[in-house]
């Protein structure tokens, strides 16, 4: 009790202590013990990583690593070479590497034979110290000695490519094959006509001047034809066409 | 007064009659060779062709008495000469339908411009051969 009294007692000699308001200040904020344990431990958990970045002490292993490892490599491998056949489809063929060296080594024995024909051709030994001597013997000294020399008759050999009758020669040509193709080209445009006219030029000059008067008068019904055929003892040539055709056009 | 005996004049007739038909005989030899027919075409076109011609030139006959001298002039002159315009007309619409029947149009068509031609070249021939005559009266 006396310690309480002079616990009190104190109070009395501070005034200024008794206006300070005698409640507590201080508040938790809401929620914060529910939350502190989980944050404690995050907390620690931080601070382990941190401690972990250093090579001494990190560097764990995760759980149950190496009891998984070898069944991920098997898969990542599997995987990868199913991606790899799908993507370029190349295989190495059996035995490929066994071989390799020797066929390497066969190609290169076949490409030296090949290069070879190029020292085949060899020059004959002292060729060049008798050629002179030789071709004398063939020609001069052939003579000679009289040996008969076949003297082949040589024809007249005319160059007609340079020849200026060449030019003539194709420039003629040319110019029939051109006449030729326009001639032939007009005649085919015009046969149907020319035939029709001609099948009827040619059934109708044997009928006389009179019947063909009366087929027009009968057929051709205007009456200036009529009176143009009828008076026109003789029918003025340089009207007549196109009196007719002008009145065939109103007419019919 | 002078007459022609009957069997003069109808020797006449029956000459120019000939020399009509043989011209129509060229004119058919002509349009069929320009349709080129088939068979069947040609059995159903020729009497249907052959009737309308005559029937136009049964008309153009009667316009030209129509409009002969021995006619005398007037209004009636005049409505007959119109009717028979438009009798032609009729003719000619008539036969078109018939032939369109058994022809196809481009052939119909075809059949009108060859007559048209046939016409033009009788009038050529008529005026190439009037050239030596007319000196030669």
Redesign the interface.
């Known amino acids: 009790m006396n310690s309480d009294r002079g616990n009190r007692e104190w109070l009395n000699d501070y005034m200024s202590l008794k206006q300070v308001n005698p409640n507590n200040p201080f508040t938790v904020p809401e929620g914060y013990f529910d939350e502190l344990e989980q944050q404690t431990v995050s907390f620690i958990k931080l601070n382990e990583l941190k401690n972990g970045a250093s090579p001494e002490q990190g560097f764990t292993v995760p759980e149950n690593y190496f009891e998984e490892l070898r069944s991920n490599i098997n898969a990542r491998i599997s995987i990868e070479d199913a991606l790899n056949k799908e993507a370029t489809g190349l295989t190495v063929p059996e035995g490929y590497f066994d071989n390799l060296s020797q066929q390497i080594q066969s190609r290169i024995i076949v490409g030296e034979s090949l290069t070879e024909p190029s020292e085949v051709f060899a020059v004959p030994q002292d060729y060049f110290s008798h050629l002179t001597e030789n071709i004398l013997n063939k020609t001069a000294n052939g003579q000679k000695t009289g040996k008969p020399e076949i003297v082949k008759p040589r024809g007249i050999v005319r160059q007609l490519f340079s020849s200026s009758a060449f030019k003539y020669a194709t420039a003629a040509c040319l110019t029939l094959a051109v006449g030729a193709t326009i001639f032939l080209s007009q005649n085919s445009n015009n046969v149907v006509q020319s035939h029709d006219n001609s099948f009827l030029h040619k059934s109708l000059s044997a009928i006389p001047v009179d019947d063909i008067q009366n087929y027009l008068q009968l057929n051709v019904d205007p009456t200036d034809t009529r009176t143009l055929i009828d008076e026109s003892k003789q029918v003025n040539a340089d009207n007549l066409n196109t009196d007719l055709q002008d009145e065939l056009d109103t007419s019919q | 007064m002078f007459r022609r005996p009957p069997n003069l004049q109808q020797r006449v007739i029956t000459r120019?009659q000939n020399?009509?038909s043989?011209?129509?005989g060229?004119r058919e030899?002509?349009i069929s060779?320009?349709l080129s027919l088939t068979t069947d075409e040609s059995q159903k076109f020729w009497p249907i062709y052959r009737r309308y011609q005559d029937a136009?030139?049964e008309i153009?006959?009667k316009?030209?008495l129509n409009?002969s001298n021995a006619q005398a002039n007037g209004t009636e002159q005049i409505q007959r000469e119109l009717y028979y315009e438009s009798e032609?007309v009729n003719i000619r619409r008539y036969y078109t339908d018939e032939f369109l029947k058994i022809l196809p149009p481009d052939k119909v068509s075809e059949m009108f411009k060859s007559e048209?031609?046939?016409?033009?070249?009788?009038?050529?021939?008529?005026?190439?051969?009037?050239?030596p005559?007319?000196n030669n009266?």
């Open positions: 120019q020399g009509v043989k011209i129509e060229v030899r002509y060779q320009r136009l030139k153009r006959r316009k030209r409009n032609l048209r031609e046939f016409t033009d070249e009788l009038i050529k021939q008529l005026s190439e051969r009037s050239e005559v007319k009266p």
